[in-house]
C-alpha cells in the first residue's frame, strides 16, 4: 500500500465524509430554494384580518388536509354515508356549496337558500330556495330534491345523520323513516319541517351537518350510491374531477354555479392532498407543493410558519374543559370537585405553552361563537390557599386522580401534562393517559360510564346546541358527560327552544353559572387550529377569520382567491 | 439441445418420459414444492395470530367506524353487516374460507373488497421496494468491492465512515433530514406524493427520497457485511492464492471469484431483511404521503380494519416467504456444488 494511504487515518476518512455532507449542506442552504415564498411574519389572534391582495380570477391552489382528521375519507363523500361527517366539510362545501354559509363574525349568509321563518312555536321551520339553481349535471336544486335528500339523511344509520327531533314511521327506530308530515314541499322553492320539539337553533344547526348539503337526486340514481360517493354531484362552485380517497381529490370550477355571472369561483382548479400532519405540511408548503394547509395546531410550528406564510388563528367556539365524573369518587364530592377548580391555574400553561395565544375562558362559550361570556359569575379561580384546605377536607392527597384526553390533540396532552405538575404542588398524584378515539370511546362507556374520573376535552360549538355542543358533555343523557342534573338538562332544553338569541343566551348564561356554581368541570381556554396559506391567498377562513362552528371553521371556497404576484 | 438428440425426442415417446421424470425430479423443484408446502403452516400461524391479536385491541370497529355520537342501534346494526356479532371461531373460519376463494374480504372502513384494496396500494410499495432494494444492493457492491481492494485504504476508511453513519440514522430521521435538504431547500425532489403520476421520471422523482431514507441503511448494512467477506476470502482463500498464481488479472480476482463466492451472505441478508424492509415502508411511506400499503396497515391498525389487516399481513408474508425461497435458490446458480437433494461431489 503506498505510503500516503498507510498514514490515512480513520479520522482523516470521518473528515473526508464529513466534508461531503457539509458540501451538501452548504449547497443546499446557499440555493435559492425551490419556491420557498418570502418571508411573511403575519399572524392574527384576534377578530382582525390579514391583509389581502387584490382579488385575481384563474389560478389553481393546492391545499393540505391532515390525516386523521379532515384528510380521511374512506367512505367517499356521500354526506349521507360518509362516516366522517363534517371533518370533510371543505370538500362537501366546494362541491355541494351550502344552504347556509356562517360568514365573518356569525354574519348568515344565504347560498343555496335565500330565508328562513320559524312558526308554530319554534316546531316548524320553512325554508326558501333560491330559483334557478341547478346542480353541475344541469338537473335543477327544486324543494323535491331537498326533500329527497333530507329524507335520505334522517334514514342514515351513520352517526352522521341529521339530529332533528322528527316524528319517524316506527318511533321505536331511531333511523325509520320520517312521518309523512315532517318534510312538505310547499312549492319549488319552499320546504317546511315540522319538528316535535320547539329548536331555535335549527338555522345554527344546519352549519356543519349534512342537510345543509344537497346533493343532485339525478346523478344518484344514474351513478348507483359507491360511483357517487367517488364522483359526487351538487351545485357548489366546483365539479369533481378525481378522487382518490384519503388521498388525493382534484376539482375545477363548475360554470354553472349560481354566482357565475359574478365571476364565482375565482380558482379555475382546486386540489386537496392528505399529509401526514403538521410537520409534513409544513415542509410541503415550503417547498412550494402546497398553498394552504388548514387546522395546524401544534404550538412549535404554528411559531416556525409565522415566519413565512400568514397564519390565521380562527375565533374558538369550543374551550377546553376538564370533565369531572360526578358519578364516582373522588368527584362525586362536591369538595373534591371544588379543590380542582382551586388548584388549577391556566395561565402560566397559556403563557409558556401557547404564548398567550387564545383567551382564557369560565363557560362553553368561546369568542367566535353565539352568547359568549368570558367571565361566569361565581367561578371559582385559583386560589392556593383553598385549594390546600380543600384538598386537606376531601381527601384528594389520600387518592390518585385518573386524567385522560386524546391523544391526537398535541394541545390536550400538553395541558394534562401542566395539569399534573401544578396538583403535585397540593399534594395530588395524578395518573396521564392519552387514546385514540377507539380507546377514548371504551374509556367513557365502559362500565356503564363509571371507569373514568376525569377528561379534558372541547364542550361549546358555534351555536352551543349544535355539534359538538354543551349538552354533548353535560347533558345527563350523553354517554360523554360526567353530569347527571335533570335541572341543567332543563336550562339547556330551555336554551335550545327559544329562537330569540338574548332569550337563549340568558338561559345559556344560567348554565353557565350553574355549572360553576356546582363545579362540574373548569374551563380553561377557547382553542382553535390556525390555517396557514402562502402570500397571496385570501378568503373567508384564510385571511379573513370565521367562527368555527364545531371545530374548525368552513372555508367558502368560491370567494377564495390566489394572487401570488399581489397586483 | 442437439438437434439430434430432438430429432430423436421427437420420434421416441420413452424419452420424453424420460426427460419428464427428469425435471419432477429436479431437486430445486423439489425444494420448490417443499418449501411452498412448509409455508402453508407458516402462513396460516401468522394469519391467526394477527387474527388473535386484532381481537384483543379493545374497542369495537363498528363504534369506531361511526364515531362517537354512534347510538347503540347504530353500532348493532353494522355489527350484524360486518360480521362482528359472530364468535371468535366463526369469523376465523369465515374468513379462511374466503381466503380458500381467492377473497380476502370485505373492509370495514370503506367497504371495498380488500382484494381491491390491495391490488391499488401494493404496486406503489412494490415499486418503492424494489428501487431501494436494488440501488441499495447495487451500490453496497460496489462500494464493497472498492473498499475490498485496498483494506484500511481511503476508499475503505471513506465507506467505513458513511456506513456508520447508515447504521446509526433511524429511516425516519434519515427522511426528514433528506426531505429539508433536497426538497425544501433544493427543490430536486417533492416532500409529498400522492400519486407516482403518469410517467416512469415522475415516479422516479417521487420515489427516489423515500427510497433513499428506506436504502441508506441497508446500504450501509451490506457495505459492511460484503466487504468483509470479501477481504477474508482474499486473503484466507487457497483458491485466491492458486488464482493469482495463474496470472489472473487481480480485478478478476476481486470480482468474479472473491465476490462471487462472497455473495452467499449478502443474499441470506436480503432475504432476511425482507420483514424489515416491509417495516420501513410502514413508516416511510405516511412521511411522504405516499399511497402505499405500508401507510395502508397503519391507518387499518388504528381503525381496527381486521379484513385489511390480515389481507396486508398476509401479503407480507407470502413475500418474505418467497423472498427466502429465492434465495435459497440463487445458493444453488451461485455454487454448483450446491445441489439440493444430492450429495455435494
Known sequence: ?567 | MALAQQVQLQRDPGARSDIARRVAGSPALQLVGRRLLTAIPVLLGVTFLTFVVMNLIPGNPAQLILGINATPGAIAKLDATLGLNHPFWDRYWLWLDGLLHGNLGISYSNQQSVNSDIAQFLPTTCWLLLYALVVSLFLGVVVAVLAARRPNGIVDRISLAISMLGLSVAPYALALVLIYVFSVRLGWFPTISNSLGNSPLTAIRALTLPAASIGFPLFAVYTRILRADIVEQMQREDYIVTAKAKGVPPWRVLVVHATRNSLFTLITLVALNLGTLIGAAAIIEPIFSLPGIGAELINAININDLPLVEGIVLVFALVTVAGNLLADLMYTVLDPRIRYGRAAS
Open chain 1, 1 to 567: 500500500m503506498p505510503v500516503r494511504f498507510r498514514l490515512m487515518t480513520m479520522r482523516a476518512a470521518c473528515v473526508a465524509g464529513a466534508a461531503a455532507l457539509v458540501l451538501t449542506a452548504a449547497a443546499a442552504c446557499s440555493s435559492g430554494g425551490g419556491s420557498s415564498p418570502s418571508a411573511s411574519p403575519s399572524v392574527q389572534t384576534s377578530n382582525s384580518s390579514i391583509k389581502a391582495p387584490p382579488a385575481k380570477e384563474g389560478g389553481s391552489l393546492t391545499v393540505l388536509e391532515g390525516k386523521g382528521f379532515s384528510g380521511d375519507w374512506p367512505l367517499g363523500l356521500d354526506p349521507a354515508t360518509n362516516t366522517t361527517g363534517s371533518a370533510d366539510q371543505d370538500y362537501y362545501n366546494a362541491v355541494y356549496g351550502q344552504l347556509f354559509e356562517l360568514g365573518d363574525n356569525g354574519k348568515l349568509i344565504y347560498d343555496l337558500a335565500t330565508g328562513y321563518q320559524f312558526s308554530n312555536g319554534n316546531k316548524t321551520v320553512t325554508i326558501d330556495l333560491r330559483p334557478g339553481v341547478k346542480f353541475s349535471d344541469g338537473s335543477p336544486l327544486t324543494a323535491d330534491v331537498v326533500a329527497w335528500n333530507w329524507t335520505r339523511d334522517l334514514e342514515s344509520s351513520c352517526t352522521c345523520a341529521a339530529e332533528w327531533q322528527v316524528a319517524r314511521t316506527n318511533p321505536k327506530v331511531t333511523t325509520s323513516a320520517p312521518a309523512a308530515s315532517v318534510i312538505k314541499v310547499l312549492s319549488p322553492t319552499e320546504i317546511q319541517v315540522n319538528l316535535t320539539v320547539p329548536d331555535g337553533a335549527f338555522i345554527n344547526q344546519m352549519f356543519d351537518s349534512i342537510p345543509n348539503w344537497i346533493i343532485s337526486e339525478t346523478s344518484f340514481n344514474k351513478m348507483g350510491e359507491k360511483a357517487f360517493a367517488q364522483l359526487p354531484v351538487g351545485a357548489g362552485p366546483f365539479i369533481m374531477v378525481s378522487d382518490s380517497y384519503s388521498n388525493q381529490i382534484v376539482m375545477k370550477k363548475n360554470p354553472t354555479y349560481w354566482q357565475a355571472p359574478q365571476g364565482l369561483p375565482y380558482l379555475d382548479n382546486l386540489t386537496f392532498k392528505s399529509v401526514s400532519g403538521d410537520e409534513a405540511a409544513y415542509e410541503a408548503m415550503l417547498a412550494g407543493e402546497g398553498q394552504v394547509y388548514t387546522d395546524m395546531s401544534t404550538p412549535q410550528l404554528l411559531t416556525e410558519s409565522e415566519q413565512h406564510f400568514d397564519v390565521l388563528n380562527q375565533l374558538g367556539t369550543s374551550p377546553y374543559d376538564l370533565q369531572l365524573n360526578t358519578a364516582v369518587a373522588p368527584f362525586n364530592n362536591v369538595k373534591a370537585r371544588e379543590a380542582i377548580y382551586a388548584m388549577t391555574n391556566f395561565q402560566p400553561i397559556l403563557q409558556n405553552i401557547f404564548k398567550n395565544a387564545y383567551p382564557v375562558v369560565e363557560g362553553f362559550t368561546g369568542p367566535g361563537g353565539i352568547c359568549y361570556e368570558q367571565k361566569v359569575p361565581g367561578y371559582q379561580g385559583y386560589d392556593p390557599t383553598l385549594a390546600k384546605q380543600l384538598v386537606q377536607e376531601s381527601g384528594l392527597n389520600k387518592v390518585t386522580i385518573n386524567l385522560g384526553t386524546i391523544s391526537s390533540s398535541p394541545v390536550a396532552s400538553e395541558t394534562t401534562e401542566a395539569l399534573a405538575q401544578e396538583w403535585a404542588a397540593f399534594g395530588v398524584k395524578t395518573t396521564l393517559h392519552t387514546y385514540d378515539l377507539n380507546a377514548l370511546i371504551q374509556a367513557f362507556t365502559a362500565n356503564g360510564g363509571k371507569s373514568w374520573q376525569s377528561m379534558i376535552q372541547t364542550a361549546g360549538a358555534y351555536d352551543p346546541a349544535g355539534g359538538v355542543g354543551v349538552g354533548f358533555r353535560f347533558d345527563s343523557t350523553s354517554p360523554f358527560s360526567g353530569v347527571h342534573d335533570t335541572t341543567l338538562d332543563t336550562i339547556l332544553n330551555n336554551a335550545a327552544a327559544s329562537s330569540v338569541l338574548s332569550t337563549r343566551c340568558s338561559y345559556y348564561d344560567q348554565a353557565a353559572e350553574y355549572i360553576a356554581k356546582n363545579y362540574y368541570g373548569p374551563f380553561y381556554f377557547s382553542f382553535a387550529p390556525a390555517n396557514v396559506s402562502v402570500k397571496g391567498v385570501a378568503g373567508p377562513g384564510l385571511t379573513t377569520p370565521l367562527p368555527a362552528v364545531s371545530v374548525t371553521p368552513a372555508i367558502l371556497w368560491e370567494d377564495v382567491y390566489y394572487n401570488p404576484s399581489g397586483s
